[in-house]
């Protein structure tokens, strides 16, 4: 497995990480635990050291299945987890607010550090952009956890330019977590050159687009009671139909490379920037090995540039979240 460097930080990962999500929660039904703790023991046997988990998944049940499954590997693997989201009790408990104060800082990584039976957390996220408490304050916070030995590095999710240099201005900043794929490429307007500029790695979730890509969701497609795609509209109704255009382009490549659609996806990710590390999730091993095969699959620049362009010309259907949640991401 080849390896990458998070931007300047020197923390250095897998070129391709696990999302383990997807595992608890989010696309139906949880993945039995006995089968989840394997596929990602599956992942660590074919290279992968870098898993990605969140208290909010589940909630607090995927940090307990990464941490089962990584014990045995703790020394050789980088776990990233996340703060920022709390139990709205004005809305029946449901985990759709957000708190990024010191103090609830502090309790969540004592209790996410339990539940991943680890002394330290590698790679400590602020989840979504706390616009009620001052990115200043989160990060000095972090800066604390990571002068004590509790946490090596801090990250930021789903945050525009201004907030990544602000937050990078009291902590360092190791990486930002945010979409990013050929279905996706707003970051290429100002947050990639600012993170290149201060040199912080970026962790795109959902390379895929939530499977998308891969040719997996079409007009016939039901999703599952609990899977979160039956609420983002870009994959409903005609918003759906009209980008099946990208899914096409994306099989075309594939076709030509004598490749799977997800490793054109992934390919091509790898090769905009030496600090990217994409972290698609599955629930299938066939998947998981489908996925690596993306790291070793070389695209021409040519290649390149032409995804580049047909990609530029479609326009994507619909936004990424519903309306409530697409108010949470920073600009």
């Given amino acids: 497995m080849q390896k990458r ?21 989010g696309l139906g039904p949880a993945t039995e635990k006995s089968e989840a703790i394997r596929l990602i023991r599956a992942a660590v046997e074919r290279g992968v050291t870098f898993f990605d988990t969140a208290e909010v998944y589940g909630p607090y049940i995927n940090e307990e299945v990464v941490g089962e499954a ?35 800082i502090r309790a969540v990584v004592e209790a996410s550090l339990k539940r991943l039976q680890t002394d330290v957390i590698d790679l400590f996220y602020q989840h979504r952009v706390d616009q009620h408490t001052p990115i200043e304050d989160t990060a000095g916070a972090v800066k604390d956890l990571i002068q004590a030995g509790k946490v090596k590095h801090f990250g930021l999710s789903e945050a525009g330019a201004n907030t990544i240099r602000r937050a990078h201005a009291v902590q360092s900043v190791t990486a930002l977590q945010s979409e990013y794929s050929l279905f996706w490429r707003e970051p290429e307007e100002s947050v990639l050159p600012t993170l290149e500029e201060l040199g912080i790695g970026f962790v795109p979730f959902s390379p895929l687009g939530r499977g998308f890509l891969t040719g997996s969701i079409h007009k016939d497609t039901t999703f599952a009671p ?14 759906r139909d009209a980008n099946q255009a990208i899914v096409e382009l994306v099989t075309r490549f594939a076709e030509q490379k004598r ?37 070793t699959l070389q695209l021409s620049r040519e290649e390149i540039l032409s995804l580049n362009d047909a990609s530029a010309a479609i326009t994507i259907q619909g936004n990424r979240y519903s309306e409530a949640n ?6």
């Avoid at 300047?8 to 391709?16: M, Q, W």
């Avoid at 014990?71 to 990024?100: H, Y």
């Avoid at 799977?260 to 920037?273: D, G, H, M, N, R």
Wanted: aromatic share 8%; hydrophobic share 40%.
């Fill in 326 to 331: 697409q108010k949470m991401i920073d600009r």
């Fill in 70 to 104: 990584l014990a045995p590997f703790r020394k050789d693997v980088i776990i990233a987890t996340k703060f920022g989201f709390e139990p709205n009790s004005s809305d029946g408990g449901k985990w759709n607010a957000l708190n990024s104060k010191p103090d609830h």
């Fill in 259 to 295: 490749a799977k659609s997800s490793q054109v996806a992934l390919a091509w990710l790898l090769a905009q920037k030496p600090w990217i590390v994409p972290i698609p999730g599955t629930t299938k091993l066939s998947r998981l090995e489908e996925n690596l095969g993306g790291v």
């Fill in 5 to 25: 460097t998070l931007g300047n930080s020197g923390l250095e990962v897998s070129a391709l990480g696990l999302g383990c999500m997807g595992l608890s929660f």
């Fill in 226 to 239: 609990g899977d979160i795609r039956s609420t983002l509209p870009r994959y409903n109704g005609e918003a």
